[in-house]
């Protein structure tokens, strides 16, 4: 294991920010992991624990450790007529991961393609689209536990996942360095078609029997016409979690606004569009500096080069008072800021 000193972060978060870390170690294996943990740096400075960079926005240097692990390997754990039990690493890319998975038959995942980042990351976000959240699908969460330097293994049930969240970002935040994921995908598919754009895509095709190679693919061309290549354009995906609303107070905005779109929680709460109330707030394909948002989804913001990362917490936060002052409905970053 090697410790990199004043190591540039602009080719390890997708905005493309240029960002510095005093310290950055690459970490490849369980070995090299406890090597890392007897070496006593990680009590002696502020340390951040980054996959693949997808959801991180750098506003500044990182003055401390960086730890990137990018541990590699995918292995089957048990199988049966109806279900297959599957553990990737948490380096393992998850567009690659899906595509291996839906190549193999395996159901689960396949409304989750074509996202970026890593398979570890994906269990400390609760990654979703279309309809479908990784949690679904996880059973169990290996990490190594920084406080007590021991491997641990989590229950997925027992991970606390919600909308975009998960145990992960509270107690065991910066303490877990996640080594695997164990996912529970199946042979015998229940396929998850509610989402609008699905459902449309799917009857324009003429595909009433769909196969999760279908969706894959299906999903796949709906992202690449929608959302920006972040080879091309730096970005992080969806930028804000879409907004939960009591359900009396969605009725009132919906008879002054009749074309909102939500999706129902439970008998009390909806969840709306942020994308469609940015975009309805005028900010679609609008560039401030090096930054803006992106001209076909409102919900993504896009860096086009040569700008920081202050640039866009200033975009975001105009974002947020503009919906807050339309809507009432205050909208929250899903990126995390550095």
Not at 16 to 29: D, E, H, K
Not at 85 to 91: E, K, P, Q
Request: proline share 2%.
């Amino acid at each position: 294991m090697q410790i990199y000193k004043n190591f540039d972060l602009k080719d390890y978060n997708s905005f493309g920010f240029n960002a510095v870390a005093s310290n950055f170690a690459v970490i490849t294996s369980e070995e090299e992991l406890i090597e890392l943990a007897q070496s006593n740096i990680l009590d002696e400075m502020p340390r951040f624990i980054l996959g693949g960079g997808s959801n991180v926005l750098f506003t500044q240097n990182f003055d401390g450790l960086i730890v990137h692990v990018k541990n590699k390997g995918i292995r089957i754990l048990a199988e049966d007529n109806m279900h297959v039990t599957v553990s990737a690493c948490s380096g393992e890319s998850w567009e690659d991961f899906v595509d291996k998975m839906v190549s193999l038959n395996y159901g689960g995942i396949e409304n989750l393609s074509l996202i970026p980042g890593f398979c570890g990351s994906s269990a400390v976000q609760n990654i979703g689209a279309y309809g479908v959240e990784v949690c679904n699908v996880i059973v169990a969460v290996s990490y190594y536990d920084l406080t007590d330097r021991t491997f641990k293994t989590i229950n997925g049930s027992d991970c606390r996942y919600g909308y975009r969240d998960s145990i992960f970002k509270h107690e065991l935040k910066n303490r877990a360095i996640i080594t695997n994921v164990t996912f529970k995908l199946t042979k015998n598919h229940k396929l998850n078609t509610n989402y609008g754009a699905l459902q449309s895509e799917l009857a324009k095709k003429g595909i009433s029997q769909p196969t999760i190679q279908d969706i894959a693919t299906i999903i796949k061309n709906i992202r690449h016409s929608k959302l920006p290549d972040v080879k091309e354009l730096g970005s992080a995906g969806s930028f804000f979690k879409n907004p939960y609303l009591e359900k009396s107070k969605f009725d009132r905005l919906k008879s002054e606004y009749p074309d909102l779109i939500s999706f129902p929680v439970d008998q009390s709460s909806v969840k709306l569009a942020a994308g469609q109330l940015i975009d309805l707030c005028g900010w679609k394909g609008k560039v401030v500096e090096h930054v803006g948002v992106h001209d076909k989804q409102a919900l993504i913001l896009v860096h086009y080069g040569g700008g920081s990362g202050n640039e866009m917490v200033n975009l975001s936060n105009k974002i947020i008072d503009d919906v807050y002052q339309k809507f009432g409905v205050r909208l929250s970053p899903e990126v995390i800021f550095i």
